[in-house]
């Protein structure tokens, strides 16, 4: 059974950071894409970043470029979104899900399985 589980959240300042953390399990991690996505209060859940399967290639929704930054340790099966500068509209709920495939994708179908999600609240 694949399991993801997202740690990290939490309140911030704006201009604060936080990490998260997305520890996968019943998967071979190493060989599969990652992706980052993010529900915001009464909006669509939208792509936030993703990465591929050795970390060698990144990409990022416009809003958090320069921002955040996706990152993966193959030995322990755990992928990290380092987001710093934060701002209000950052808040939402983050969640981690793993690729059908070696790579990242922005479209949700192409991931398989989801965490539950972990809340992230910036205030002004």
């Known amino acids: 059974q694949v399991q993801l589980v997202e740690t990290g959240g939490g309140q911030a300042r704006a201009g604060g950071s936080l990490r998260l953390s997305c520890a996968v399990s019943?998967?071979?991690?190493?060989?599969?894409?990652m992706g980052w996505f993010r529900r915001a209060p009464g909006k669509k859940r939208e792509f936030v970043a993703g990465?591929?399967?050795?970390?060698?290639?990144?990409y990022y929704t416009d809003s958090v470029k320069g921002r955040f930054t996706i990152s993966r340790d193959n030995s322990k099966a755990v992928v990290y979104l380092q987001m710093n500068s934060l701002k209000p509209e950052d808040t939402a709920v983050y969640y981690c899900?793993?690729?059908?495939?070696?790579?990242?994708?922005?479209?949700?179908?192409?991931?398989?399985?989801w965490g539950k999600g972990t809340q992230v609240t910036v205030s002004s």
């Open positions: 019943g998967r071979t991690f190493r060989n599969y894409g």
């Open positions: 990465i591929n399967w050795s970390g060698g290639s990144t």
């Open positions: 899900a793993i690729s059908k495939g070696s790579s990242w994708t922005a479209g949700e179908y192409t991931y398989d399985y």
